[in-house]
């Protein structure tokens, strides 16, 4: 019975779980983009504005996704 109450927690935080290492693998193909340094040369200048809207963007999108998860996984250690 507890099990078929938890199952949808479970299935919730797998599912975060997807999205944390898809944004993460996200951010990190930015970090190298970014690290390349002919970017930040003024013929570059709306490349990199775009980039870095992206970054804002993914880095804001793992930090709310991952205060998802931790407060579905406390929930579920509360429940067990």
């Given at each position: 019975e507890k099990r078929k109450q938890l199952q949808p927690l479970k299935n919730k935080l797998k599912k975060l779980e997807q999205q944390l290492d898809e944004l993460q693998q996200r951010k990190a193909k930015l970090d190298d983009v970014m690290a390349d340094q002919s970017l930040y040369e003024e013929s570059n200048k709306s490349k990199l504005v775009q980039l870095t809207a992206e970054y804002s963007e993914v880095t804001g999108q793992l930090e709310q996704t991952?205060?998802?998860?931790?407060?579905?996984?406390?929930?579920?250690?509360q429940a067990i």
């Open positions: 991952e205060e998802e998860w931790l407060e579905l996984q406390d929930q579920l250690e």
